[in-house]
């Protein structure tokens, strides 16, 4: 056996044990969740608000954190969303290979770095400056600062890969940067924008020191943007500290919830990605 065999089998296994042991861990963790929150995960859980004494055992549900969640993963992923698309196509399409685009993706890169909690700070001293309370609203401005980074820079990676020759051409033909851009860049680059949004709203559903002090928590559904609003992620954690089984065991429960969403989330951008790479040029 060579040397440059020898090589590549030692790295074939090296990489086969990686795989194995990111899988093994993955399936360890589902198993889990599955094992102490199915047998706990009931309808009640599904469509009821925590009642008196829920944290002590008796009757109620999630559906608070539920759709607090999603109120605050899906608002904050729409704002991202909007501020993300047009810092990305400036740094790609209007300003590529300057100081300014490097600049940019630097801040980004710091801001992705930053620890949740820092974001969840900088949102309750926003909050106090403006005279705004736990709510919603401050949830969502916070949870927008944390999925900001995230989107721009996969975003910006996915415009890269854009062929200069689309663009040209579109020049050629008398478009201007804008129009190349939203009827050429983004048709393009569908299905990887669409992993970039799912990237940032799974890092924001999934986060619980951002909205500590910014949603706050409650055991009512919000009724506006300033009221307060409860999380899965602080759900799971009120619940994991009680010294009760059967609430810990929900708290299992909500975790396998929260995998539920974010598994079904998957699942619709990956159908959504192959009707989309039908109008993608190769």
Known sequence: MNRN??????????????????????????????WRGLPALNLAMLTQVPK????????GGILNAIVGSLYLAGGATILAFLTSLPIAIYIQIYAPHTRQSE?????????????SIVYGAFGFTLMLWLGIRASLLGGIVALTFLELPIMVRGMD????????ALKEASY??????L???LKVVIRQTLP???TAVLLAFGRGIGDAAS?????????RLPDSIFSPAASLPLAIFFQLGTPFPTVQDRAYASALVLTAIILILSLASRWLTRRWLTNIVR
Not at 52 to 59: A, D
Not at 157 to 164: D, K, M, S
């Open 5 to 34: 065999h020898l090589e590549e089998q030692i790295f074939k296994g090296l990489m086969i044990a990686s795989t194995m042991f990111v899988l093994g861990s993955l399936l360890l963790i589902l198993g889990t969740v599955i």
């Open 52 to 59: 008196g004494g829920y944290y002590m055992g008796k009757e």
């Open 103 to 115: 600049a940019v993706r630097l801040v980004m890169d710091v801001l992705w770095g930053i620890p």
């Open 157 to 164: 990676e996915a415009i890269a890969l854009v062929p200069n």
């Open 172 to 177: 050629a033909l008398g478009a201007t940067r």
């Open 179 to 181: 129009e190349t851009a």
């Open 192 to 194: 990887a924008l669409l």
């Open 211 to 219: 909205v500590l002090f910014t949603a706050g928590y409650t055991d």
